[in-house]
T-cell receptor, first 113, second 115 residues
Framework: AQSVTQLDSQVPVFEEAPVELRCNYSSSVSVYLFWYVQYPNQGLQLLLKYLSGSTLVESINGFEAEFNKSQTSFHLRKPSVHISDTAEYFCAVSSSNDYKLSFGAGTTVTVRA | DGGITQSPKYLFRKEGQNVTLSCEQNLNHDAMYWYRQDPGQGLRLIYYSQIVNDFQKGDIAEGYSVSREKKESFPLTVTSAQKNPTAFYLC??????????????FGPGTRLLVL
């Protein structure tokens, strides 16, 4: 079975500053990695995912994540955040022998003016 | 518009009472899932269904039951055996359960509170 660790539970950041959310996973087989975003009192929305190929994946709203197999990581970054990026972010993993998603505990990002 | 709907948005349960949370999707997805979300714990899988008339227990199925009589519907019943039901419940679906790297699409959630 696979598992996910999100290393930061809370990340406060000023508007227009960069942000990085850390995610590490464990699995003995090939993995597929996801970042979801949850705005207050709403469901989750897919932000981006890595299946194969280029290790750098991007979303349409300026986020990017890099798959690092040697460090078993999939950190999420954005070079300049907006107030509207205030949300909770979840890293998730599935694998070639367990298609069910395993979620991390989440990272709450609070963007301040 | 295609999507997943959950009702009600808020639900109150009395001691000893069974309550049912609704989940409907019009995405024509085969697979559906129920998760429980507690602060600081992420999402935990309660039940999932890969196809109509079939479902499997997830990691925390005790005190819950489901049915999958129609492709578009996957209701979750929180029974009186669930001693700590206060949580945010999320329903999700994907095109197929066993596809490589399938994206799951989520509903808006139901918040269950105990009176």
């Amino acid at each position: 079975a696979q598992s996910v660790t999100q290393l930061d539970s809370q990340v406060p950041v000023f508007e227009e500053a960069p942000v990085e959310l850390r995610c590490n996973y464990s699995s003995s087989v090939s993995v597929y990695l996801f970042w979801y975003v949850q705005y207050p009192n709403q469901g989750l929305q897919l932000l981006l995912k890595y299946l194969s190929g280029s290790t750098l994946v991007e979303s349409i709203n300026g986020f990017e994540a890099e798959f690092n197999k040697s460090q078993t990581s999939f950190h999420l970054r954005k070079p300049s955040v907006h107030i509207s990026d205030t949300a909770e972010y979840f890293c998730a993993v599935s694998s070639s022998n367990d298609y069910k998603l395993s979620f991390g505990a989440g990272t709450t990002v609070t963007v301040r003016a | 518009d295609g999507g997943i709907t959950q009702s009600p948005k808020y639900l109150f349960r009395k001691e000893g009472q069974n309550v049912t949370l609704s989940c409907e999707q019009n995405l024509n997805h085969d697979a559906m899932y129920w998760y429980r979300q507690d602060p600081g714990q992420g999402l935990r899988l309660i039940y999932y269904s890969q196809i109509v008339n079939d479902f499997q227990k997830g990691d925390i199925a005790e005190g819950y039951s489901v049915s999958r009589e129609k492709k578009e519907s996957f209701p979750l019943t929180v029974t009186s055996a669930q001693k700590n039901p206060t949580a945010f419940y999320l329903c999700a679906s994907s095109i197929a359960a066993s596809g490589v790297g399938e994206t799951q699409y989520f509903g808006p959630g139901t918040r269950l509170l105990v009176l």
